[in-house]
């Protein structure tokens, strides 16, 4: 079994920047795929970034570098750097486990309970 504990959301002002740390219990985690989603208003919860347990990385074209997605395997846990963040960046993000982490949420295994994320212009 795995929980995952997201924390690091808040307001931010359009160009700023956030970090997003998600704690995890269960050893069984280090041999996931772990990711973030996020999920706006009246839209669907949709696909961020990914990173492997070789540390294999992936980003939804929205975010492709201005988001940083990295795990520190002694500690646990997964982090996601937003930079450049612009107001319709503002959603729920999601902490999400796998082996398989789909578009739409497909594959995950344990969802975190989520964190908000409001980008003020």
């Known amino acids: 079994q795995v929980q995952l504990v997201e924390s690091g959301g808040g307001l931010v002002q359009a160009g700023g920047s956030l970090r997003l740390s998600c704690a995890a219990s269960?050893?069984?985690?280090?041999?996931?795929?772990a990711g973030w989603y996020r999920q706006a208003p009246g839209k669907q919860r949709e696909f961020v970034a990914r990173?492997?347990?070789?540390?294999?990385?992936k980003y939804a074209d929205s975010v492709k570098g201005r988001f940083a997605i990295s795990r520190d395997s002694a500690r646990n846990t997964v982090y996601l750097q937003m930079s450049s963040l612009k107001p319709q960046a503002t959603a729920v993000y999601y902490c999400?486990?796998?082996?398989?982490?789909?578009?739409?949420?497909?594959?995950?295994?344990?969802w975190g309970q989520g964190t908000q994320v409001t980008v003020a212009s």
């Open positions: 990173i492997t347990r070789d540390m294999n990385t």
């Open positions: 999400a486990a796998g082996f398989l982490l789909g578009t739409y949420g497909t594959g995950v295994q344990y």
């Open positions: 269960g050893r069984i985690f280090s041999s996931y795929t």
